[in-house]
Nanobody, 119 residues
């Protein structure tokens, strides 16, 4: 089992910044990738950014390119999401997720952290 705990959400003014953190524990040795997803009220959950655990290759949704940056700390089993120039449309619950070897998709999820951007 894998446990994921997010932190760092909150309320920020448009144009501001937040940094999300996700700590992974448990059976993380077979991690393939970790990522951030978000779900706004009344909308489907969507991908925000992911990072390959082996080489750190990132992927970003078009909506956050140039504003968000995903990073990882291998020793600490943590990932981060630095969010700059936040917009009201970034308001959502942000979830951390982990994909393990043998999984076709992300199989482990955190509880989520709320990000609210006030315009």
């Amino acid at each position: 089992q894998v446990q994921l705990i997010e932190s760092g959400g909150g309320l920020v003014q448009a144009g501001g910044s937040l940094r999300l953190s996700c700590a992974a524990s448990g059976r993380t040795v077979s991690s393939v990738a970790m990522g951030w997803f978000r779900q706004a009220p009344g909308k489907e959950r969507e991908i925000v950014a992911t990072i390959r655990w082996s080489n750190g290759d990132p992927y970003y949704a078009d909506s956050v390119k140039g504003r968000f940056r995903i990073s990882r700390n291998i020793r600490g089993n943590m990932i981060y999401l630095q969010m700059n120039n936040l917009k009201s449309e970034d308001t959502a619950i942000y979830y951390c997720a982990l994909q393990r070897v043998g999984e076709s998709q992300y199989g482990s999820w955190g509880q989520g952290t709320q990000v609210t951007v006030a315009s």
